[in-house]
């Protein structure tokens, strides 16, 4: 699942390489509102796909 079709934007309206495709991101997660960092989550854009990799974990 694409993170397009999650938020209901069809396939056609972002077909090809989108300006996220290819990048990573790593960063802190935790409770919004909270200053407290949990962990780190590693967030990766590929092919109009969006992966969480603390979530697959």
Same mark, same amino acid.
């Given at each position: 699942?694409?993170?397009?079709? #999650?938020? =209901?934007?069809?396939?056609t309206?972002?077909?090809?390489?989108?300006?996220?495709?290819?990048?990573? !991101?790593?960063?802190?997660?935790? #409770?919004? =509102?909270?200053?407290?960092?949990?962990?780190q989550?590693?967030?990766?854009?590929?092919?109009?796909? !969006?992966?969480?990799?603390?979530?697959?974990?």
């Open positions: 699942m694409t993170i397009g079709t #999650m938020i =209901g934007i069809p396939q309206a972002y077909a090809g390489q989108g300006i996220l495709d290819g990048k990573t !991101f790593i960063g802190p997660t935790g #409770m919004q =509102g909270s200053s407290e960092v949990e962990e989550d590693e967030v990766q854009f590929n092919n109009g796909d !969006f992966l969480s990799v603390g979530c697959v974990e």
